[in-house]
């Protein structure tokens, strides 16, 4: 028995909208756009119901509105007279922050422990076994709270800083671990450091003006030039010799314990460690598994090939294992930074004043307006994540075996 | 023949000796130390580091856990035994371990049913599990979810009953019509299904006993570890379908059905299931009929599975692109329709591609059933951070309380892990 798909041409008849393969799809999608539209008819009849009942409106006026409220961690200026969307403005920040803060140290983690899994050394391969098996099986939630629990409950309380035989004593005498956050020297700028940093700027560029200008001249005469310590002098002997020749326009604010708590330096609280380091120690384990399962994804032969060409170990994994490795690595490490910035919304456990815990939250339960809220902070998000498949996107289709 | 001869054939052995042990230097556990922790200098130096830090974390908590008190009634009693020395106060756990487990509303003297039901959970799951089981065991997996609703929410027989035969009568009139045409047979189950319901819903009211067996308890008393358990298996198992439905509308050649997939995965997978869970407890209220009050818990599940099935959905449409295309070539020329290849042959490979894949996202997604405490339920998180450490006697016992629920996760997510690697193994048919 065969099926026709293209029985020969005759009169259109009703059943056909069923049984002909042609007209069989536009069937189905009128059928399918009915669903939704009805479903969405219901829903929005619904709601518009549920709100006349609660005499209610949908309205955005309340971003204009003062928050109301104080947020004590913030990068750029508000008071509690400030408006709903400049909290909103310093949650978008501060969760920018975090996630900034915790993609570094998250790939840092992961790096080292997935090399160190592929050592040869079995005690440190079985510890590595170790970390990222007890961290991917638990919940980031509970890791957010241990560590909170340990900036706040086991960490001293600044007066245990005071008197002349304290209890606690500031690290190198210059950070200061309390449970209030952790202080730390901040820099003081002074008449003329602009020209400090604008050095220092300019000599990272020629750094890598440098480095170009070393793989030209050595692809053009194969001739090979020094590549570590000029690197190294370009970036820091101008920035230093201009830093003595202005009178050392830099200088470094100390914390110092003044009255209750510290003064001075920059506070980092509590809350940012806490979510900052169990967001990087988290997610280092998953990143620790793409990372191990990158580097071996690249085959034995290749690094044999690279050795019988002659080339050493160093330049083996620089020129031919991690330019492959990288490719399988990147895309599921963008996308667990893309998880970082969805799991910092765990902010509202500890306090700490993201885009979630102000808009989401203390703006939400102050004005009521659930609704306006939580599209805002979906909306949001969704930007940020569709941002980051983007970026995800345009890499995959640049480092995209070109096969022939 | 000389004489020498025959004297020297005297001294032949006629067994082999037994072959002597290697050198400790190329062999036993000193070679092996050797090679596995000291093969450089560089690599001895890291073996100290770790087992300095070995040392640090094993001098650190070793006290603490073996010296723990099992049989104080609050911390300042506990305080009182341990008499200053390290020790945990484990007594949290054997004191509130009910709470731990059931929440602090479930009547104390039904903890058996969510036992019992918890107890047949592992025998529903077992034929679906482990293949090799005979398969008559699936009949008690279809009975389950009902058996379960009813052991834990209790209340009239009739409601968990009646929903019962509605499948039961959906899916005899699905397989009878199934030869016919998959479509037709669909949507003749789901009618009859829903017949038997609207009818069983009358007969339930008309014989709603004055006591029932079991005393009902309403859905927001559920709490502890169980309603972690209760989300994750109810989302994921409810998920699967709608993932298998949406990865096949993303694969779709109908541009409304594909649009419509597309955007719904790509909203949910771009939002943090924390806003998701917020929809659930402010918005999603609003969007149901005025009046029908539909509880937290059902508004959670709704959101946990849109959100799990999203990924889901990604996953198995990985696992369809991998499929060679010679598979639905192959199946086109067989002459089977859309619903026959794709039940017959694609879904089956496709989905046995995806496991892991959909493992990974079951673990991460109970996991994330913790998030629930955000929007105060009082999951095991929310019981830890909420009734217990909040009270007068176990005010200030972290630690103990932490590593409990740690234990409890790594247990169970570990577990599904090694599982599904051991599926994997079992499911292998390509040739190494």
Partial sequence: MTTISDPPQESFRPSMLLSDTRY??????????????????????????????????ISFQFLGNPAGYDINQTLIPYTSQSTNLQAAWVGIINTLLVSFLACITATIFGVIAGVLRLSNNWLVRKLMAGYVEIFRNIPVLIWILIIYTIMTAAMPAPSAFRGDDPASSMMLGSFAFTNRGVYIPGPVMGPGSFIVVATFVASVIGVFAYRRYATKLLYDTGRLLPML??????????????????????GLDYPALKGFNFQGGIQIGAPLIALWFALSIYTGAFIAENVRAGIQAVSRGQTEAAAALGLRSGRIMNLVVLPQALRVIIPPLISNYLNITKNSSLAILVGYADITATLGGITLNQTGRAIECVVLLMLFYLVISLGISMVMNVYNNATKLKER | MSDTHAESIAFVRESSLPPAAPPDKVGGPLKWVKDNLFPTWANALLTVVALYFLYLLLAGSLPWLLNGVWGASSLS??????????????????ERWHQLLFGFKYPSDQYWRPTLALVLLFLAVAPVL???????????????????????????????LFALVGVVVGYMVYARLVHNSFAKALAAGLLAAIAVWYVGGFIGDALRPASPLLEAVPSRDLGGFMLNMMLGITCVSLSLPIGIALALGRQSHLPIVKGICVVFIEFVRGVPLITLLFVANVMLA??????????????VVIMITMFSSAYIAEVIRGGLAALPKGQYEAADSLGLDYAQAMRLIILPQALKISIPGIVNIAVGLFKDTTLVSVISLFDIIGMIRG????????NGVYWELFLFASVLFFIVCYGISQYSQWLERRLATDHR
Avoid: H
């Fill in chain 1, 24 to 57: 069989r799809s536009i069937t189905f999608q009128v059928i399918a756009l009915a669903l939704l539209l009805t479903a969405i008819w219901y829903l929005g009849s619904n709601l518009a119901a549920n709100l006349r009942a609660a005499g209610l409106n």
């Fill in chain 1, 229 to 250: 310590w000029p690197s190294v002098a370009i970036l820091l002997v101008p920035t230093i010799v201009m830093f003595f020749i202005l009178g050392m326009p830099i």
């Fill in chain 2, 130 to 160: 482990f293949i090799d089981l005979p398969r008559k065991m699936l009949l008690f997996t279809g009975i389950y979810p009902f058996l379960a609703f009813w052991l834990i929410w209790g209340g009239p027989i009739w409601g968990p």
């Fill in chain 2, 387 to 394: 009734p217990i450490l909040a009270s007068t006697d176990w």
């Fill in chain 2, 77 to 94: 009693e506990c305080r009182e035994v341990l008499d200053g020395a390290t020790g945990a106060c484990f007594s949290v756990l054997t």
């Fill in chain 2, 286 to 299: 609003y969007f149901f009929p005025p009046g029908s009050g539909v509880d937290l818990f059902i508004r």
